[in-house]
Each structure stands twice: as structure tokens, then as C-alpha cells.
């Protein structure tokens, strides 16, 4: 038997589908105008890789800095605009749509069994909305930058700084109603545009992520939106919301701000989770363990997500008696997440498990989102956030949830979907080797991190004391090795879009609607609408559908 | 929750593209489908916008809650007969909204036009009260970061028309400095508000227009019907605002 | 050991020795904290190994050569107990043990010696109450409850001591407080933490703990003249409070001696505790802060004040026991407006407006 369930079309004769949505109409405009979700959703692809490289480089430019402990690279104004512009276009132009708009917006209307998502022309504007954002953010960089941090802590923002404050806060404002319209779109698709048969408990786990995902970016950014609009008028006006002089309160920008950034977290990780609970499912052939548990988990998730935002602020001063119960909420909103490692973890058992690529991402996310996971707890307790907050170890903390957990999640759906999105597979061996490689130069960059904001190096310090270089060596020798990770996949991703093996429909014999068209599959997805008759991840199902192909081939 | 529709498929020989009214976009199975996603859409929409307008409403009342004096005599400040002369004009306008999603129902396209430009001319009014209560604003110095003055706070006596009204004791200078406060929250408020009305009433125009082509009388209501949906919240965010800014003072002392 | 670079050996030697994992313990309350981290990351290592070996011991037993056919299992509801209130307990016993030592930190002792830390960007200023001022850096003694009382002049700035584990935002517009006992002498770092522009990495200090004998040594031999309560009484004749602040019968402000501390009945019902937040709310917004029996005429000092001199007032009411020195500052000055009505506790109701510079403040 061998160890990969790949199962392809014979090389020599298999073609491409002639009809599929990619050769369906040609010219720029066919791309530019487009309603098919599928094309929106390649859009986003290159857009949100572009912007992936750019905040990279400026992660580059960050650790370089802090290979030395004086600030003797660029000047401290400099660096205060590179790690602020490394977070803004990271989470809002990156982290925030990478799964819902590029995997989320190819494959959810084929999952539910639809042939698009409810609104295409709102899909659409979505894309332009976020190239709008963005090319405010790259317009605000050559302008000279931002330097208030992405968190916009005022007075800081609105009274102190000279900067591009303003623009900065146009743009995510711009890019908060791409977010907005792509979460409305899913919650309707879902609701409504379900196939004759699919019941919410035959939908696959990714659907459910991200709902879930979906609910907090339509209830939480419009918050941040109005923030972004109480900042620029305090910033332009003076209006005096958050001047303590004119009895305002700075602390009101703290509350308002983390209403949303922190269901943001939660809308940047779900769909993450989603991808994980496909990619565990095919490549053990087993049904997920304890479906229910995985999909109220990921409601419970978002639900509790909206009532923890105070532990972000446990020691600006707020009431001691509020910290009890913001510390015990996010107590609470921690165990789902366990619930779901533990979930996917004995899906593997008595499975049948083989190591491709986008499961060798997924048992990386696995354990990396453990670590991360549990470091959250350690801020979610009052007395040792007291210590820990505001040094590297929330750096440390975020980064293994978002990059550790959420970019690897990311890279596996991208491999997982790359047959069905193209047609053409992957290299294997290179792609294992780049997985590996991401793993190992993640841990050294980021697991340093944890100890040197124990020992009480503070965050977003170009120059540091002696002592802390040590490990600051590591962490930017660690992320060399992360930077040639990511690279890789570009270079053999591009190679395989002309030298790929063809796919066929479903080369990792996994159950879901998308794996039962073309790959790639047609403009309106189906010839005709399915209906469903099955459970999610019916696995006897696919076998006897599958017997009954080859036998009916000539 | 089983809301998908029914729809059993003939078999796959059938004819492909079965007839479907010409507004029918081809992601729908049919036109109700289509009508009740996107209906279901609009109102997804409205709770975005609700939680839009929460921060500025949550950010009024711990505002007045800390600085009651303030927001009692910057509320004396306002006109309640224009206040009540725009709640006015709103309701009506909502009613004529109504009338106008029913006469697309009931295909009387003459019926629908009429109602469409009375909701745009009360729009329009609104606005037009709106701006002569905020040229009023201009005019004694209460806007925000442009010449604030703390005259009318520290010395009630000097606005004669209010001063008959309300009697209002003169703050000291600490509490004058945030009846600021309320004018900023008072100008994001209404104008967030207005801003939505400005909306509304573009989409008005365009729709007048295409009523009159008879675009909506022949079936396809629902863009009639959505917009219909969004005029009444922006009634009703009014509907909130007018008491909390204009009501809730009137008989307080500062 | 001729094959190792010379420097990369300095390198490695100069890690192993140093190395260290976590701040020394200096405080009483760090040992305390270091027992919550530790059993946090005993937990984190006993579910991280439980999990790796689990996804590995599958991955072996059941890949797919070894396992080639799956076995479909829907679920266990008692697995998914298990997993959840193992976590569940474990979480909550962390944020039980977490909240006593926040509360703990976060409720200075009664008898704290109370320093008080002004951030602006991008300096920290320590001033001891008698009258030494600190820049950057701040001494403390060993076994003594120390306060820090923190506002900031102007952004979000952070103060941060990693060997006492203690750390606390300083906000504009408000005191904050932490409360250390330092157990060990030694010098320490001290960090801002919270960004607060250009030089926020260079907010940075020493934090020296000396022991008893040394640190009053220190306080003797760096004294710059007035404490913080003598500077406060100069401001307060300065600034002209002693003209209704002075404890005559019939004075138009409440008497100041032995106020801090005190609950007061307020004009319009409830009740205050007299602490630092409300005596210096008390000065830059008095109209919101009036005591009951009285007339809301205290200008607001806002903008004429720094918050040092906040500060210095603060310390001079909290250490105002009697109204004897207030007495004699009123002789020499000549404060009260020639003509103006004997001064009543409770003024008529209509009182005029009260402009900046109205009764009571020094004729120029």
C-alpha cells in the first residue's frame, strides 16, 4: 500500500477541462467585472500575496533591528513606522481576508451546493473596497507612514503625532466594509442559498468556521469603524471624546477599539480552524471526531469572543472587580478552542493517515495553536498578565496563534484547494521540505520571544539592553529561515500553474461537493443543482460514488 | 433551521434553462429565492448599521452620565420645536416610504412615483430644518474645535430666548468647558445621521426615475421593498436621537 | 576546540553563563508570581506533551500502511466531558490564583509609603514626599510597603519593573496606583511599556533597591530643599486657596485639615471617600466634586496647574492636620475684595459666573 492517497488521472491522456471559469470569458475586463465568486476569489489571492511580501519585508526590516541592542539601523521614528506598518497591513489587509475571501469566497457557495454567493455584485465590491484600502495603506507608506501603532492608542493618535494618521485610518475603515460585506455574504449564502438536502448538520466544518467567523466581522468592524470616525474627528476637530483636558476619556478609545479587535482575533483564526477540520478529515479518511462539538464550538467561540475585550486592558486602571469577570470570560472562551485540538487529534484515531502536504501544515498548526493557546492563558489571568503584558511575550503569544496557527492554517487550505482552484497539483517533495522549513525557522524566530518578554523586554523597542541579544539573535536568525519558507511556495506554486500534474476532480479522494465537479470547475459550478443525501465526511458514501465511476468508464 | 427551498430538479435531460422572469439572476434557483435572500440581506445590512451607531450612543451615555449638568443645558441649547417638526416630517416620510413599497406591490406605477418624490421632498425638508438648526449652531458659536464659545453656559442670561425657557443656573467654567462634549456628540450623532439620509435620498432619485420607466411595477419589487427597509431605520435611528438629545432635558436643571 | 570560531565560542560562553529564564525576584509578590507562571507552564508542557504524543503515536499506529482502512467513529461524549472540564477546572484554578495575586498588587497597604511618578515622553520623574525628585530612575528600601501613585502629562506611557512583577499603565487625566516591597538590593530595570512615540525605547531606568540605613543615607543626601507637602503649601498660598480653604467659621470652602481619607457627604446627595483621584479631581473639576452645605463657586485650575503641582497640593492636604499654618498665610496676604459681602457658608442661589479670576484669587 502506499503512503499517499493521491490518486490522479493518467498523466498521459488527462487534460484540463476545456470549460472551466477560468477560460470561460477572457480580457481584463472579464476579471475586472466579474460576478463568478471564484475569480473574485483569485483577486484576492494575488492581492492579499502582494501585501503578505510587503508586511514580510517589513518583519525583515524589524528583526535586522534587533539584532543589535542600540537603535543603530534606521532612527527610532523609522522603526516606530516599520513595526506599525507590519501590523496594519498584516492583520487588515492580510490575516483578516486570507482564508474567507480567497478559499472561503472559491469554495463555500460549492460546498452549500450553490451556484455563486448570494450577492455577487457585493463580492465584488468587496475586492475593490480592500484594493481601495490598500492602496491607501501603500499611498500612506510612501507618504511616509504611520507610526501610532495598529492599535491607534490615543492620545497618542490623535493629539501627538504628526504622521499619516489620518489616511491610515480612512484606509482600514475602507478595508472594515470589505470585511463586512464578505461576512454578510457568507451568513446569507448560508442561510439561504443551502442545496435541496443540506441541513446545517451535513454542512462541512468550514462552512461552520466561518459562520461563525462571519457573524463577528458583521457585528464587530462596523464598531471599529465608528472608532476610526471618533479618532478622525478628535484627531481634525478636537472634539474632545478622548482628551482628558476637555473630559474626554482616553480610556473610552481603549474600549471601543478592543470591542472589535479582539472578535477580530477570532474572525482572523476561525476560518483557519475550518480548513483544519477539512484537511484532517481527508487525509485520516475519517469522518471528524465529535462533528457537533466542533461546530456549536466554533459558535461558541464567537459568542464568548465578544465579551472578553477587557483583558486587553487589565492594567490601564480599569475597576479590579471588572477584571474578575473579563479574566473569567476568556477562561471560558479558551476551552473551545481545546475542545477542537482535542477533536481533531482523535480523528486520527483508527484512522488511516498519510503525510501530505497540506497535512503536514495542519499537524504544524496543530501544535504550534496549542502553544499559543495556552500562552493566552497565561494573560488571561489577571496576576500574570500584570507581568507579562506589553512585553515580548504577548509578541510571542500572537504570533504563534496568527502565524504559527492561522498562516499555517492558510497554506494548508491553499494546498488542499490548489487542484481544485487550478486544476494542476503541486510539487510534493518541495512543498513537504518548504512545510518543514516554515515549522523550523517559526519555532526559532518566535519560541525565544516567549522568554525574553518574561525576562521584561518590552514590545516595540528599537534598542533593548545587552542582555536580551541572545535571544534576539536567534529570533532573526529564525526568521531568515521563515523568510526562505514562504518564498518557496510562491516559486513552486507559479511553477505548477504550467508544469503541475493534471488533478482531476478529486486526487485526494475527499468527500464535499467541490470535490464532486471539475477542478476547475465551471463558471456556475454545477451543470445542474445537487442534492444531498449524505452526512459531511461520508466516507462510505465516496466509495460507493466512486465505484460506481469506474465501473461506468468505458 | 431548514430554510432552503423545495425545489425538486427534473431529471437532467430537461431542458437546461427553465423559464424564469427576465430579473432573475442566474445564481437563484427562483425569483423567491431570490427576493428572500436579498430581503434577508438588507436586514444583516440594518444590524451592521445599528452596531455602527452603538459606539456613538454608547459614547452619549457615559458621557451624560458623568457630566449631567453639561448635557442638560447644551440639550436646552436645541430647539424642540424644530426637533419635533423633523420627527414629523421623518414619520411621514416612512409613511409615504409604505405607500410606495405597496403601490410597487399592487403594480400601480403612477401610485408608486408619487409616493417616491414625497418621500424624497420630505427627505429634502429634513435636511433643510437640519440645516437651519445647524447655521443656528454656527451662528452662537457651539460647534466644536471652530471659536467654541462657553458664553451661553457661563452666563444663561445672555441668550434671552433660552434663558425664558429654561432658567438655567450658569455652570461653572470646569463643567462649562463639556458642553463641548455634548456639541461633538450632538454633530457626529445627527450628522452620521444625516449622512444616511443623504444616502437614502441619492438612491431616491435614481429610483424615481427608474419607477417612472416602470421598473418596479412589473413584479420585481424588491428593491422597493429593501430600500423601504433602510428608509425606516434611518426613521428610526431619529426616532432615538430626538429624544435623547432634544426630550430628555426638558424639564432638568442643570 | 580549535574548529569553533573564536567568536562564535565568546558568543556561546557569554550565552550559558548569562542565561537565564526568568527576572531575578526582587519583590515580595515575585516569588508569589513565579509559582502561578511555573505551575502555568507545567500545565502548558503537560498538555503540549499529551497532545504531540497523541498526534504522533496515531500518526504512527495509524498511518495508512500500517492502517489502511479507516474506522468511523462519530464521537464520545465522554472524551468530549473529559476534554472540557479538565481544561475547564485548570483554567479556572489559573484565574482564581491569578485574580488573588492581582488584587494583591493592585491594593496598596495602608501604611504604604506613597511616591508619586509623573511619565511624560519621554522621561519618568519620581518624587519622594520629601522632596527629592528622580529622573529615570527611582530608590526604595528593602521591607517597606512602597506606593507608586502614576499619572502621565501627556500619552499612555507604561511603568514597568520586571524583577518586582509589577507594572502599571500611566494615564492622562487620572491617577493609578501599584504597590511593591522590595526584598532584595541590587539595581533593576525599569521600562515604559506602553508605545508612546519616538523615544519610547529610551524610557528606560534603574531601579535601586538599598537597604534601610543606605536609602535614608540616599534621601539625606539628596534632598533638593522643599518636600512635596512644603511646595504644596507654598501653592496653596500661592494660588490663593487659603482665601475660603481655611477653616474659620465662615469660610466659603470646607476646612482641609484631616480631610484626606474621609468620607464626605456631597451636594446633591451621596458620598465620597477624600482620596488622591478625588482631591485632585477636586482642584481641576470642583464643580462636580462639591461638598454638601456648600456653594459651587471653585474655579476650576485646570491649565493653570502642572501635574506636579498637583501632586505637591495633594501631599500638602493629605499631611494637613490642623489649619494653624493656613491661619497665619492668610495675615500676610491681603486676599479679600475690598466691599465685598461678609462671605456665608451657603451663598444666594443665583451666584454670579463664575469667570476665571472672580473673588478670592490675588489681586495682580
Known amino acids: 500500500m502506499s503512503s499517499t492517497l493521491v490518486l490522479l488521472p493518467d498523466q498521459a491522456t488527462a487534460r484540463i477541462p476545456k470549460v472551466n471559469y477560468l477560460t470561460k470569458e477572457n480580457g481584463i475586463l472579464s476579471w475586472l467585472l466579474t460576478g463568478d465568486h471564484k475569480r473574485i476569489a483569485m483577486l484576492y489571492l494575488v492581492s492579499i500575496t502582494f501585501f503578505f511580501f510587503i508586511g514580510g519585508a517589513l518583519a525583515g526590516l524589524i528583526r535586522l533591528e534587533l539584532l543589535t541592542p542600540q537603535a543603530d539601523l534606521m532612527a527610532n521614528d523609522t522603526y516606530n513606522k516599520v513595526f506599525s506598518m507590519h501590523g496594519i497591513i498584516m492583520i487588515f489587509l492580510f490575516l483578516v481576508p486570507s482564508v474567507p475571501a480567497t478559499i472561503g469566497n472559491f469554495v463555500i457557495p460549492i460546498m452549500v451546493g450553490a451556484k455563486d454567493l448570494a450577492l455577487p455584485k457585493i463580492n465584488l465590491l468587496s475586492w475593490y473596497l480592500y484594493v481601495a484600502g490598500g492602496c491607501l495603506v501603500l499611498w500612506t507608506m510612501m507618504n511616509g507612514g504611520v507610526d501610532t501603532g495598529w492599535t491607534f492608542t490615543t492620545p497618542l493618535s490623535t493629539h501627538y503625532l504628526n504622521t499619516n494618521v489620518l489616511s491610515t485610518g480612512i484606509a482600514v475603515f475602507i478595508a472594515g466594509f470589505s470585511s463586512i460585506f464578505t461576512g454578510l455574504n457568507f451568513i446569507v449564502t448560508i442561510h439561504k442559498m443551502r442545496a435541496p438536502g443540506m441541513t446545517w448538520f451535513r454542512l462541512p466544518l468550514f462552512v461552520w468556521s466561518n459562520y461563525a467567523a462571519s457573524i463577528l466581522m458583521v457585528l464587530g468592524t462596523p464598531v471599529l469603524a465608528i472608532t476610526l470616525v471618533l479618532v478622525a474627528l478628535e484627531r481634525t476637530m478636537g472634539i474632545g471624546v478622548f482628551d482628558p483636558t476637555k473630559g474626554g476619556d482616553p480610556l473610552l478609545f481603549q474600549h471601543l477599539f478592543w470591542f472589535y479587535s479582539h472578535p477580530a482575533v477570532y474572525i482572523m483564526i476561525l476560518p483557519g480552524m475550518g480548513v483544519i477540520s477539512e484537511v484532517i478529515s481527508t487525509f485520516s479518511r475519517k469522518r471528524v471526531f465529535g462533528y457537533t462539538a466542533v461546530a456549536f464550538s466554533s459558535v461558541a467561540i464567537a459568542v464568548f469572543g465578544f465579551f472578553v475585550w477587557e483583558h486587553h486592558m487589565f492594567i490601564m486602571g480599569v475597576s479590579n472587580y471588572s477584571t474578575l469577570v473579563f479574566s473569567l470570560l476568556t477562561m471560558l472562551v479558551a476551552v473551545p478552542s481545546a475542545i477542537k485540538i482535542f477533536n481533531w487529534t482523535f480523528t486520527l484515531y483508527k484512522g488511516s493517515i498519510t503525510f501530505e502536504t497540506p497535512m503536514l501544515y495542519a499537524f504544524g498548526f496543530m501544535g504550534l495553536f496549542t502553544i499559543g493557546g495556552l500562552t493566552g492563558v497565561f494573560l488571561g489571568s489577571t496576576g500574570t498578565d500584570i507581568h507579562l503584558t506589553e512585553t515580548y511575550f504577548i509578541v510571542a503569544h500572537f504570533h504563534f496563534v496568527m502565524v504559527g496557527g492561522m498562516l499555517m492554517a492558510f497554506l494548508s487550505g491553499i494546498h488542499f484547494w490548489w487542484p481544485k482552484m487550478t486544476g494542476r497539483m503541486y510539487p510534493e517533495k518541495i512543498s513537504q521540505l518548504a512545510a518543514l522549513i516554515t515549522f523550523i525557522g517559526f519555532n526559532l524566530t518566535f519560541f525565544p520571544q516567549f522568554i525574553l518578554g518574561t525576562l521584561g523586554m518590552p514590545r516595540r523597542y528599537a534598542s533593548y539592553p545587552p542582555e536580551f541579544q541572545i535571544l534576539n539573535v536567534f529570533s532573526t536568525a529564525g526568521a531568515t529561515v521563515l523568510g526562505v519558507g514562504y518564498l518557496l511556495p510562491i516559486l513552486y506554486l507559479t511553477w505548477s500553474l504550467k508544469y503541475g500534474e493534471i488533478a482531476g476532480n478529486n486526487p485526494w479522494q475527499a468527500t464535499g461537493l467541490e470535490w464532486q465537479t471539475q477542478s476547475p470547475p465551471l463558471t456556475e459550478n454545477f451543470v445542474e443543482t445537487p442534492i444531498m443525501d449524505h452526512e459531511a465526511y461520508d466516507y462510505e458514501w465516496l466509495e460507493k460514488q466512486m465505484a460506481k465511476e469506474v465501473t461506468s468508464v468505458g | ?254 | 576546540m580549535s574548529h569553533i570560531s573564536p567568536i562564535l565560542w565568546q558568543f556561546l560562553i557569554k550565552w550559558l553563563t548569562n542565561f537565564q529564564l526568568y527576572p531575578p525576584e526582587a519583590s515580595k509578590i515575585a516569588p508569589q508570581m513565579d509559582a502561578l507562571y511555573f505551575f502555568m507552564v507545567l500545565v502548558s508542557l503537560v498538555g503540549l506533551t499529551i497532545v504531540i504524543l497523541l498526534i504522533t503515536s496515531f500518526s504512527i499506529l495509524y498511518s495508512r500502511n500500517r492502517h489502511p482502512v479507516a474506522v468511523q467513529i462519530e464521537g464520545s461524549t465522554l472524551l468530549e466531558a473529559t476534554w472540557t472540564i479538565i481544561p475547564l477546572g485548570l483554567f479556572l484554578i489559573m484565574f482564581v490564583w491569578g485574580s488573588l495575586l492581582y488584587f494583591r498588587i493592585y491594593t496598596p497597604p495602608a501604611n504604604a509609603m506613597n511616591i508619586y511618578v509623573v511619565g511624560k515622553q519621554w522621561m519618568w520623574k519620581a518624587e519622594h514626599p520629601g522632596g527629592q525628585h528622580e529622573i529615570n530612575s527611582l530608590h526604595v528600601p528593602t521591607g517597606r510597603a512602597v506606593q507608586l501613585t502614576l499619572i502621565s502629562q501627556d500619552v499612555f506611557h507604561s511603568f514597568s519593573i520586571p524583577a518586582f512583577r509589577v507594572k502599571r499603565e500611566a494615564i492622562p487625566g487620572r491617577y493609578t496606583s501599584v504597590w511593591f516591597e522590595a526584598t532584595t538590593p541590587g539595581t533593576y530595570h525599569l521600562f515604559c511599556t506602553q508605545y508612546c512615540g519616538t523615544n519610547h525605547s529610551a524610557m528606560i531606568g534603574d531601579i535601586v533597591v538599598l537597604t534601610p540605613d543606605d536609602f535614608k543615607k540616599w534621601l539625606d543626601s539628596s534632598t533638593s530643599g522643599m518636600s512635596l507637602a512644603q511646595n504644596g503649601e507654598r501653592l496653596f498660598a500661592s494660588l490663593s486657596c487659603n482665601a475660603c480653604h481655611n477653616g474659620r467659621p465662615d469660610s466659603r470652602g470646607p476646612s482641609l485639615a484631616n480631610v484626606y481619607g474621609s468620607k464626605l457627604a456631597l451636594a446633591g446627595g451621596g458620598t465620597a471617600t477624600a482620596d488622591e483621584a478625588y482631591l485632585r479631581e477636586s482642584i481641576l473639576n470642583p464643580s462636580q466634586h462639591v461638598t454638601e452645605g456648600y456653594a459651587p463657586i471653585m474655579p476650576t485650575y485646570q491649565g493653570q496647574i502642572s501635574e506636579d503641582g498637583v501632586i505637591s497640593l495633594v501631599e500638602y492636604i493629605k499631611n494637613l492636620n490642623s489649619n494653624y499654618r493656613v491661619e497665619q498665610t492668610l495675615n500676610t496676604t491681603d486676599l479679600l475684595p475690598e466691599g465685598a459681602p461678609s462671605p456665608g457658608k451657603a451663598a444666594p442661589a443665583a451666584a454670579p459666573a463664575a469667570t476665571p479670576g472672580g473673588k478670592g484669587m490675588v489681586k495682580p
Request: with cysteine.
Open chain 2, 1 to 254: 433551521m431548514s430554510d432552503s427551498p423545495a425545489i425538486i430538479h427534473d431529471a437532467p435531460e430537461a431542458d437546461a434553462h427553465r423559464a424564469h422572469p427576465a430579473w432573475q439572476r442566474h445564481h437563484f434557483e427562483t425569483v423567491e429565492q431570490q427576493a428572500d435572500t436579498t430581503n434577508f440581506a438588507m436586514w444583516l445590512f440594518l444590524l451592521t448599521e445599528i452596531m455602527f451607531f452603538g459606539g456613538l450612543f454608547t459614547a452619549y451615555l457615559i458621557f451624560r452620565n458623568w457630566y449631567y449638568p453639561a448635557f442638560v443645558a447644551g440639550s436646552h441649547q436645541l430647539n424642540i420645536w424644530w426637533g419635533t417638526a423633523n420627527t414629523g416630517v421623518l414619520i411621514v416620510s416612512s409613511f409615504t416610504m409604505a405607500m410606495g413599497v405597496w403601490c410597487a406591490e399592487t403594480r400601480k406605477k403612477n401610485g408608486l412615483v408619487l409616493c417616491l418624490i414625497l418621500t424624497f421632498i420630505l427627505g429634502l425638508g429634513f435636511l433643510g430644518i437640519k440645516t437651519i438648526e445647524y447655521s443656528e449652531k454656527i451662528e452662537k458659536h457651539h460647534v466644536p474645535g471652530f471659536h467654541y464659545s462657553l458664553q451661553s453656559f457661563l452666563d444663561p442670561a445672555s441668550d434671552p430666548k433660552i434663558y425664558k425657557e429654561y432658567h438655567d443656573k450658569p455652570l461653572g467654567r470646569d463643567m462649562a468647558v463639556h458642553t463641548e462634549l455634548y456639541f461633538s456628540l450632538y454633530f457626529a450623532m445627527t450628522g452620521m445621521h444625516a449622512l444616511h439620509m443623504i444616502i437614502g435620498i441619492a438612491i431616491l432619485s435614481v429610483m424615481i426615475f427608474r419607477a417612472r420607466a416602470g421598473a418596479y411595477t412589473t413584479g420585481h419589487v424588491t428593491f422597493v421593498e429593501n430600500f423601504g427597509l433602510y428608509w425606516h431605520f434611518v426613521d428610526i435611528v431619529w426616532i432615538f436621537l430626538f429624544p435623547l438629545l432634544y426630550l430628555i432635558s426638558r424639564h432638568a436643571n442643570p
